[in-house]
């Protein structure tokens, strides 16, 4: 268990990171979010091409993979163009509203069991995003574009689990990555930039470390239960939060903070068993 926690941690901390150098790449143009996103899903794809059977490319004509990677791509471009104007931490905070949906999700759809606990912390978690949402009584409509991602990301998490027999993760996320590259390709080449060696980079970093995150939270799943595990998921607010303030010298404000507070313990308390229904005797 603890070398599936340690796994974990280092896989929370490389998809902020990715999503550092997203920011940095939006920051430069408010057209590169499509092209960032396309640069993400085309390098790990990539790279994830040289590790699955040719014969794995044949799930890009399931229907089922097609919506979970349209989530997928909807998801990310949301999150970047997010991003390009509204701090870091503050988008993690409104992205993680993800996994307090997919609870519901899962409930309406895979018939999971809930309990009137873990109902309130829901209730609690989405409280803590409008906290976060409006700190100072102002509203970025970017703002929307990370609920928007967040809501993709709930959607994303209940498809996971529905979907997990298909084929083996590896082979999940390289056609999903693949069919995100090809989707996005005409929205990169319209908004195609000055390419850089800065911009090079960025693009780089961001692709590796988000498909290496991925790649560790597989690893990190196989050696624990999710149940286990998914407490960690809400560690990406705190190194997101740190890369704001020396990234982009962006600390949250005291009421930022305690929306962030405030979705770290419902989010963390819905994951552990405190908030799970109790079995039925019989």
């Known amino acids: 268990m603890p070398r599936a926690i340690l796994i974990m941690l280092v896989a929370m901390s490389l998809t902020p990171l990715g999503d550092t150098a997203g920011k940095l790449m939006t920051d430069q143009s408010a057209l590169l979010p499509f092209f960032a996103a396309w640069s993400r899903f085309t390098v790990g794809a990539l790279i994830l091409a040289f590790f699955v059977r040719r014969a794995a490319y044949k ?7 097609i919506a979970r990677a349209s989530i997928l791509v909807c998801g990310i471009t949301s999150i970047l163009t997010a991003l390009s104007t509204v701090p870091i931490a503050t988008v993690y905070a409104v992205f993680f509203i993800g996994p307090l949906i997919s609870y519901i999700l899962a409930v309406l759809f895979l018939k999971e069991p809930i309990g009137g606990l873990r109902l309130a912390l829901v209730a609690g978690g989405f409280i803590g995003v409008v906290i976060v949402s409006q700190p100072q009584g102002q509203f970025d409509p970017n703002l929307l574009f990370a609920v928007l991602a967040g809501l993709c990301y709930g959607v994303f998490l209940a498809l996971s689990r529905a979907l997990s027999e298909i084929a083996p993760p590896v082979e999940i996320a390289a056609t999903q990555l693949a069919y995100g590259a090809f989707v996005l390709l005409p929205f990169a080449v319209w908004n195609w930039p000055g390419i850089t ?5 960025l693009g780089a970093v961001s692709g590796i470390a988000s498909m290496a995150g991925n790649l560790l939270l ?4 196989a050696l624990a239960p999710a149940t286990r595990l998914a407490p960690f998921v809400y560690f990406q607010i705190v190194i997101a939060t740190i890369s704001g303030a020396v990234v982009f010298d962006d600390w949250p404000n005291m009421l930022s903070w305690t929306g962030i507070a405030v979705i770290l313990l419902c989010g963390g308390l819905s994951a552990s068993r405190v908030s799970r229904p109790k079995a039925q005797p019989g």
């Open 59 to 65: 799930l890009l004509f399931d229907w089922r993979i």
């Open 197 to 201: 060696l800065e911009l090079g980079f």
């Open 218 to 221: 597989i690893m990190a799943y």
